[in-house]
């Protein structure tokens, strides 16, 4: 087996991913280090909810690795796998709450399905993560009685309840304004810090991703083409960096070209 760097949490090595003629992933490698918050950019439709779902044992990996403390998940150990998911949450682009539940429902429930704790446990430690998701007002509303942003912090309370050591986020502020993005991160790395799990979100907001992250990783064409720090990011002139890095700059300078009678640039 490969042996892993002692700081890192978690470890892709060369994953492949295809859907029949569909080729998602070739390759792909990221570290994440213990403690950190990396963020793994790219364009829309480049795989990155398909690599988040690798990662998380939710789709197979046609080839490659992924470790976990070191440790091969593979089908071979469903023992590492099964411990694996344990200490892994994973929060969809959705939320995918159960509308048909109340709050204090829907945090439960993971530990009702995952735990052997008595009724009495699963309620005291559903309740504090509620109330540290600051939603002890709510706990009988349902999804749909909820703002955005409190269910955003319900998915997460639901996540938190089983004090994963991993989250996986996919995509949280799909579909959201400026502000309320900024809010989706600076609760992320609120909580990230408070807890001390480790994180990977995967997200195309460049500005938001680089401002809380701890590390950056940007995928594309099925390779992660680079793998740093948001300065070392910030910093970069490769053309795929710079490309995906700074549209909106990009777009401004072409507007400003057509508004002074200029052309738009072709594509290649």
């Known amino acids: 087996m490969a042996e892993a760097h002692p700081t890192l949490l978690l470890q892709v090595k060369g994953v492949h991913k295809r859907f029949g003629e569909n080729i998602v992933l070739s390759g792909t490698d990221l570290d994440v280090p213990r403690g950190s918050l990396v963020a793994v950019l790219g364009r829309s439709g480049t795989g990155k909810s398909v690599f988040l779902k690798c990662l998380a044992d939710i789709v197979p990996a046609d080839e490659g690795q992924v470790l976990f403390e070191g440790k091969l998940l593979s089908v071979a150990d469903p023992v590492t796998r099964a411990e694996f998911r344990r200490r892994c949450s994973f929060l969809f682009q959705s939320n995918a709450l159960f509308d048909s539940l109340t709050a204090l429902e829907n945090v439960r429930l993971p530990l009702e399905q995952t735990s052997d704790a008595a009724d009495s446990e699963i309620q005291e430690r559903s309740l504090e993560a509620l109330r540290q998701l600051e939603l002890e007002q709510h706990l009988h509303s349902y999804p749909s009685q909820m703002s955005g942003g409190m269910q955003k912090r319900l998915a997460l309370a639901r996540a938190l309840v089983t004090r994963p050591e991993l989250v996986l986020f996919d995509e949280p502020t799909a579909g959201l304004d400026p502000l309320r993005r ?87």
């Open 182 to 268: 900024n809010a989706v991160f600076l609760m992320i790395a609120k909580y990230q810090r408070q807890f001390g799990f480790t994180a990977v979100i995967v997200t195309h907001d460049v500005q938001e991703a680089m401002a809380a992250s701890d590390r950056v990783a940007l995928l594309d064409q099925g390779r992660m083409h680079f793998q740093g720090t948001p300065a070392e990011f910030a910093q970069s002139t490769d053309a795929v960096v710079t490309g995906f890095r700074d549209s909106a700059v990009a777009l401004g300078t072409a507007l400003a070209s057509l508004r002074h009678g200029g052309s738009l640039p072709t594509e290649d």
